[in-house]
C-alpha cells in the first residue's frame, strides 16, 4: 500500500524559507512521477513542481510562478521527496501536497500545468502560511 506523508509545513515571513518533506512508502518504481500541488482557500489545485525520475537521473518542471525560487528534489535513500521553497510571498499560502504516480515523462512535465488529475496517490497534507 502506497502511503505518502508530508511535513516541513508553518508559518514564515515574506522572504523566508521552507523545506518540505514527502515521505513515500509502498512506491517503487525504475520511471516514476512525483510531485507538489497547492491549494488555497476558495482556489483550484494548482502544480508547484513535478520530478519525473528514470532511474537516478531526474528532470524537475516548475509553473513559471515559483520558477527560480523552489526546488523539487529527491533522496533514493531515504524514499524522500523535498520541495525546497525561498523567497516565499504570501500567494504561496496555502495547504501543500504531495502527490505520486507511474506515469509518462511527457504527462510528468506537463502535470505541473494542470491541478495534477493524472496522479494515483496523494498525502493529506501540509499548511504553508506567509505573512506580509
Known amino acids: 500500500q502506497v502511503q505518502l506523508v508530508e511535513s516541513g509545513g508553518g508559518s514564515v515571513q515574506t522572504g523566508g524559507s521552507l523545506r518540505l518533506s514527502c515521505a513515500a512508502s509502498?512506491?517503487?518504481?525504475?520511471?516514476?512521477?512525483m510531485g507538489w500541488f497547492r491549494q488555497a482557500p476558495g482556489k483550484e489545485r494548482e502544480g508547484v513542481a513535478t520530478?519525473?525520475?528514470?532511474?537516478?537521473?531526474?528532470?524537475?518542471a516548475y509553473p513559471d510562478s515559483v520558477k527560480g525560487r523552489f526546488t523539487i528534489s529527491k533522496d533514493y535513500a531515504k524514499n524522500t521527496l523535498y520541495l525546497q521553497m525561498n523567497n516565499l510571498q504570501p500567494e504561496d499560502t496555502a495547504m501543500y501536497y504531495c502527490?505520486?504516480?507511474?506515469?509518462?515523462?511527457?504527462?510528468?512535465?506537463?502535470?505541473?500545468?494542470?491541478?495534477?488529475?493524472?496522479?494515483?496517490?496523494w498525502g493529506q497534507g501540509t499548511q504553508v502560511t506567509v505573512s506580509s
Open positions: 520530478l519525473f525520475a528514470s532511474g537516478k537521473t531526474t528532470y524537475p
Open positions: 502527490a505520486a504516480g507511474q506515469i509518462s515523462y511527457y504527462a510528468c512535465e506537463v502535470s505541473v500545468q494542470t491541478s495534477g488529475g493524472v496522479f494515483t496517490y
Open positions: 509502498g512506491y517503487t518504481g525504475s520511471s516514476s512521477c
